[in-house]
């Protein structure tokens, strides 16, 4: 899992690097299904350049 504080990639620049400074909630549309939906996160990066990105959580890895 991946907290705030974590050092991060991305998995299309795996040479961008970077630190998780936040997360943002993603609320999802509500259907009229009786399947229930979660929400999702989005993390705020800020990167060694001194940049700062929102990815989604599915494109970042976690570097150790």
Partial sequence: MIKVGNKVS???????????????????PKRQYAVPVSNTWKL???WKDGTRTVENISDVMRID
Wanted: charged share 15%; proline share 5%.
């Fill in 10 to 28: 991305l998995f299309h620049n795996i040479g961008k690097e970077g630190t998780v400074i936040g997360v943002q909630p993603v609320q999802l």
């Fill in 44 to 46: 705020v990066i800020e």
